[in-house]
């Protein structure tokens, strides 16, 4: 009988391994039914006869069937389509100056945490490189209570009010009539929408950049978006933006990149995620804040309870207080990725929240959606997310019901219990929420400090590289491009202007719209019935500050290649010391190289040595990869110079900026590319030795590559 698995241990914290009691692995155990009863045959159902029809009394079969019947369970409505993993926070200091919060209250403190990374629109089983928004979502497992942290790797977002959500995700979610086009903003509901709504304006220049196709998790910027506050232990509040800053550094994926990777591996990003910490290199990043005295609530230029603002790292540094390690796969997708529920309003002392108006509808949302999605009010009972502080109160039954409550009362106050549960004080941990004074009227109306919907917009975009401002014209061609009716079109373009006219000039270029005619007033149609609309008009506003250098993803670059996945281009005879030497050197430095060859199995090299081939160029593309080296070996460059695959391959990295090295007889196929009719190509090392490659590759790409854009692959 094989000795059963132990439990996976977090070596990080022991508590949270108290949570996976209930895993189960089956090795050296009979099957069994859901009663305990084992199973004698698990081939054949129950038959009158050997060629009879089926027996209802066939209890086996029916309870395997129902158990199958029901093993989904709703996707979730936005970000359904994700991947998660455990790690831990540590704390770099004290802050207690600014938050009470424990897990942030002395320097080297650990507390578990899972991570739930996703795109929005798409449905559960779409591609992970649709041009979207990626969810951020971090709970931890604090001593005080579970805290969620439940962010986007983009700092704004596309509606000022929560009323706004439903149609925004209706409008860009697959139309209602044919379910067309999955995981994709490029169709006529969601332009129609946005340009009615130039609040959204703002974010659409984060969607449209490179932001919206990460390399990788580990390679994005994750934001918390509204204003929180923090209170210290002497009931002082500040207002707060949280920031997580990848170690790795922000890089991005081209559209062209995306659209075949969708097609190759749709679990990219799943995929980079799981081996990355299967390999040990642990996505980091460091948690960064930005404070605001509460006394310094007026002093921008825009509300900081408006969502769709951010504060310009100009104005207010972004101060590192805490690191994040992912070093843990999931044991179980389902357990843990799918039935996780978070909810921006977990929160432990020393946290609050703002008013900002989406926060605040948030609240709501995501107790309700959990209700549905895991089919009852006990979903904190899953072991995922359970909180490693006990938990004791008076909620009682309700459908899947775990904990076994003892004793005879459920209520408070009792004398029958001893008062037990009793409430804490603050001393005591007990949760106050900070006393805002609170005056005005009961109304539904929109603040006028929230009518500023085009100057962060423009400052996004001015602060852009050349290379990143083409993108996003490229991005909004295309999405636009796609878009049937030439209304929508012209009035997003004419939208487009009141952001930056370069902009729109050269996105209108592109869809052969000329004249650019502005939008006729109410440019924003989102108004209540009886309002005026030029109370709802958008407000012109000049930012304070003009360019914001970290608003650039080229402006935050990592340290050193750990992660990234670089192609061995190779066959029967590859030269042997120069594919070692390479190797070793790549290796060295966290990166992951890989054998592609002609075939797969195993090849040999120039010692007679064999080298296991890690796909074939038939499972492979040079996409999925972040640099490319062709050893030399004459016979092996004798067969890659004739297979149109390989050259291919090295056109496509050309095509995608990314670094290749030739060394030796690579040179033959290296003359067989569209590449090679650039005498003096950027980014292209030829017999250089690996250190040089491995710094060039640091830089992830080569853009200013002019002539990329023309290999026709
Ligand atoms: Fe969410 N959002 N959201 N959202 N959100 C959900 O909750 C909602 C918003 C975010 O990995 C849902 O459990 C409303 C902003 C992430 O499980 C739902 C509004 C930000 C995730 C919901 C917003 C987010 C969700 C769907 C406007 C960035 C995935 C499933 C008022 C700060 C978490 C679920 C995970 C998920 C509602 C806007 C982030 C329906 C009503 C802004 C990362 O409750």
């Known amino acids: 009988m094989a000795e059963k698995e132990k439990t996976p241990k977090n070596s990080e914290n022991p508590k949270i391994d108290d949570l996976y009691m209930n895993t189960e692995d089956g090795s050296g155990e009979a099957m069994t039914t859901n009663q305990g009863l084992k199973i004698n045959d698990d081939q054949n159902s129950l038959l009158a006869g050997e ?32 991947a998660g993993a455990h790690g831990y926070f540590e704390s770099y200091g004290d802050l207690s100056e600014f938050t009470k919060a424990g897990f942030l209250g002395e320097k080297g403190k650990r507390t578990p945490v899972f991570t739930r990374f996703s795109t929005v629109a798409g449905f559960k089983g779409s591609s992970d490189l649709a041009r979207d928004v990626r969810g951020f979502a971090v709970k931890f497992y604090t001593e005080e209570g579970n805290y969620d942290l439940v962010g986007n790797n983009m700092p704004v977002f596309f509606i000022q009010d929560a009323m706004k959500f439903p149609d925004l995700i209706h409008a860009v979610k697959p139309e209602q009539h044919n379910e067309i086009p999955q995981a994709a903003s490029a169709h006529d509901t969601f332009w ?61 994926l081209t559209w062209d990149e995306a659209q075949k990777i969708s097609g190759q591996d749709p679990d990219f990003h799943r995929r980079d995620l799981w081996n990355a910490i299967e390999n040990g290199n642990y996505p980091e990043w460091e948690l960064g804040v930005q404070i605001v005295a509460d006394k310094d609530e007026h002093k921008f230029d825009f509300d900081l309870l408006d969502p769709t603002k951010l ?44 008013n900002d108006p989406l926060l605040q509808g948030r609240l709501f949302s995501y107790t309700d959606t959990q209700l549905s999605r895991l089919g009852g009010p006990n979903f904190n ?25 003892t004793g005879q009362t459920s209520y408070h106050p009792n004398n029958i219990g001893g008062g037990c549960p009793f409430q804490a004080k603050m001393s005591e941990g007990g949760f106050v929420s900070h006393q805002e004074k609170i005056e005005g009227h009961k109304i539904r109306a929109r603040s006028t400090s929230f009518m500023d919907h085009f100057s962060q917009a423009k400052l996004f975009f001015e602060s852009q590289s050349k290379v990143e401002q083409d993108h996003m014209i490229e991005a909004l061609r ?28 050269h996105v209108a270029e592109g869809l052969g719209i000329n004249p650019i005619t502005k939008p006729e007033e109410p440019l924003n149609h989102s108004f209540p019935a009886d309002a005026d609309p030029k109370d709802y008009e958008p407000k012109e506003v000049k ?5 914001s250098e970290k608003l650039s993803l080229m402006a935050s670059n990592g340290k050193g290649i750990k992660g990234r996945m670089i192609a061995i281009l190779a066959t029967d005879g590859v030269d042997a010391e120069s594919l070692e030497h390479y190797k070793k050197a790549l290796k060295n430095e966290g990166a992951e190289a890989k054998i592609i060859s002609s075939h797969s199995g195993s090849i040999s090299d120039s010692n007679g040595g064999a080298i296991k081939v890690d796909h074939s160029l038939l499972t492979t593309a040079s ?47 290296w003359d067989m590319t569209y590449a090679s009719k650039n005498a003096s190509p950027k980014g292209v090392l030829f017999d250089q030795d690996a250190a040089a490659f491995v710094e060039a590759i640091g830089q992830h790409r080569i853009w200013d590559r002019e002539d990329a854009a023309r290999i026709p692959v």
């Open 51 to 82: 060629r009879g029809p089926t027996l209802l009394e066939d209890f086996h079969f029916r309870e395997k069937m129902t158990h199958f019947d029901h093993e989904r369970i709703p996707e979730r409505i936005v970000h359904a389509r994700g």
């Open 311 to 354: 504060i310009p790292e100009e104005l207010v540094p972004v101060k590192l207080i805490g690191k994040m390690v992912l070093d843990r796969n999931p044991t179980n997708f389902f357990a843990e990725t799918e039935q996780i529920a978070f909810h921006p309003g977990h929160l432990v002392p020393g946290i609050d929240f703002s």
């Open 623 to 669: 996409v999925l990869f972040d640099a490319v080296f062709v050893p030399g070996g004459s016979k092996s460059i004798e067969i890659l110079h004739k297979n149109p695959d390989a050259i291919r391959f090295v056109d496509e990295a050309y095509k995608h900026y990314k670094f290749i090295a030739i060394n030796g007889d690579a040179m033959r196929l």
């Open 381 to 405: 009972e899953i072991p995922i997310n359970r909180p490693i502080a006990p938990v004791h109160n008076n909620q009682r039954g309700g459908l899947m019901r775990q904990t076994i409550n």
């Open 192 to 252: 129609d929408f946005i340009s009615l709504m130039p609040e959204s304006m703002h974010m659409i220049m984060w969607v449209m950049s490179d932001r919206a196709l990460p390399r990788s998790y580990s390679m994005m910027e994750g934001f918390g978006v509204h204003t929180f506050r923090f209170v210290n232990k002497k009931g002082e509040s500040f207002f707060v933006k949280f920031h997580w800053k990848p170690v790795a550094g922000t890089y991005s």
């Open 543 to 547: 930012s304070s500050v003009q360019k």
């Open 478 to 505: 295309f999405e636009l491009g796609k878009v049937k009716s030439e209304d929508i079109r012209e009035r997003m373009v004419g939208m487009l202007t009141y952001v930056s006219e370069e902009l729109a000039k």
